[in-house]
């Protein structure tokens, strides 16, 4: 689990001098999937609101790979939302077990856009790929 904070800090820090607002989104994420991942049960309102924050920052997510022509990651990000409104969801009605598994397709998507959407470079750190072309 630190591991994912630990690779979400490290593509933040080496896509900052490109794309700042990128970055900001991957370090509010990051802190909201902190704040549930420490939690017991992923319900309640502090839960609700961790997994809203996470859903508008797939939404503003979407329009930048869309810029980027980049399919694949529109489509996760398109995933990761459904997956947060899913968790507000179950939050909102006290259900851990449909909590956990809209946690768990969150943390997929993210899992899965860093090893499709990064890329490390010569001095260790990472950035964007660039795509070729539908990626």
């Known amino acids: 689990m630190r591991i994912l904070s630990l690779v979400l800090l490290c593509c933040a820090i080496a896509a900052a001098e490109e794309y700042p607002q990128f970055v900001a989104m991957m370090k509010m994420t990051n802190a909201a999937t902190d704040a549930l991942r420490k939690m017991d049960q992923k319900t309640g309102p502090q ?5 809203e924050r996470i859903g508008t920052i797939y939404e503003e ?15 996760l990000s398109v995933e ?16 851990a077990a449909k909590a956990d598994a809209a946690f768990n397709a969150i943390m997929a998507t993210c899992k899965s856009c860093h090893e499709t959407r990064r890329e490390k470079t010569s001095d260790g750190k990472y950035r964007i790929k660039q795509p070729a072309s539908s990626q």
């Open 47 to 51: 839960a609700m609101r961790a997994a």
């Open 61 to 75: 997510m979407i329009p930048f790979w869309r810029q980027r022509n980049a399919t694949a990651a529109v489509k």
């Open 80 to 95: 990761g939302k459904a997956a947060a409104a899913e968790l507000a969801n179950a939050a909102f009605a006290g259900d």
